[in-house]
């Protein structure tokens, strides 16, 4: 057996290796069983705001409408991602959005985090790289062999800052900065090996607030290591390794119906494996 056959992935991501280590019940549910996942707004406004910046970097143009940007990306992401199931809404009930943060929430406030990305072009001065064949790096997918397991990396921007120095940046429409900065290493590493250029730091820009975090340096991230932490992503997969861990974001997970750790209503169809008892997916 394969990862691929396993996962029905050819690759291994940033997305699936993080998904893993913050619970490897929820990876096994969602990207081996195929669990089907309430949709969320969270990730229907997240992917709107990306496509969104992604018209007005492609575009540069001064007739850019932020609003209109963002809710036809709204209007295609909400369509591909209602599967008949109950939409999850994330953040705190407030006195204006009693639902917390959905599609009323999205809908106003998305626009807005597109005006502070076009602000934030404009003020900068940053400069987007401009890849060997000429397209700007936006949202540039770099696929690389890393130890002999294939790596799939998707970056949303690498910059020139004023001072000449190469960053990649992240967009994050989330309330908090990721506590991690493995995503912006494995970017650091899939752009050298790809392109034959070294980002110095990395960044998360920061869509509530329109801020740019400060810029860590990425020289720890190694092509060895990265081969390592997949390696042994890949051996855990093809042994059935998931481990369970529950907590607060149980709650909010897309897969908690199918889960036995929450006494979910259908989990007594994903029985938990135990030790010698691996399963023939």
């Not at 969104?52 to 209109?68: K, L, M, Q, W, Y």
């Not at 934030?120 to 540039?140: H, T, W």
């Not at 909010?252 to 010698?276: F, L, Q």
Request: proline residues 5%.
């Amino acid at each position: 057996m394969t990862l691929e056959i396993k996962t029905g992935k050819s690759y291994v991501s940033h997305s699936g290796i993080s998904t893993w280590l913050n619970c490897g019940w929820q990876f096994y549910l969602s990207r081996i069983q195929k669990v089907p996942e309430n949709p969320s707004y969270w990730l229907v406004g997240g992917s709107s705001v990306h496509e969104a910046t992604e018209v007005f970097d492609v575009t540069g143009t001064e007739n850019f409408n932020s609003t209109i940007a963002f809710n036809e990306a709204w209007k295609r992401n909400y369509e591909r991602s209602d599967n008949g199931m109950e939409f999850r809404a994330g953040g705190r009930s407030t006195k204006a959005y009693p639902n917390g943060e959905d599609a009323t929430w999205w809908l106003t406030e998305g626009p807005k985090m597109v005006d502070r990305w076009v602000q934030f072009r404009n003020d900068s001065g940053y400069q987007l790289f401009k890849l060997p064949d000429g397209r700007p790096a936006i949202e540039v997918e770099m696929n690389q062999d890393v130890n002999g397991v294939p790596v799939k990396a998707v970056l949303d921007r690498l910059f020139v800052t004023p001072n000449g120095e190469l960053i990649v940046v992240d967009i994050k429409t989330g309330s908090r900065e990721p506590a991690s900065k493995t995503q912006m290493g494995i970017y650091a590493i899939m752009v050298e090996k790809t392109f034959g250029v070294r980002p110095v730091g990395g960044a998360y820009w920061m869509s509530r607030t329109g801020e740019l975090t400060d810029t860590v340096n990425l020289d720890n991230f190694t092509e060895a290591r990265l081969g390592s932490w997949v390696k042994n992503f890949e051996k855990a997969v093809m042994n059935d390794i998931y481990i369970p861990a529950p907590g607060f974001m149980c709650g909010t997970c897309g897969v908690n119906a199918a889960c036995y750790v929450v006494n979910g209503k259908d989990s007594h169809k994903y029985p938990e494996i135990t030790e010698g008892e691996a399963s023939d997916e």
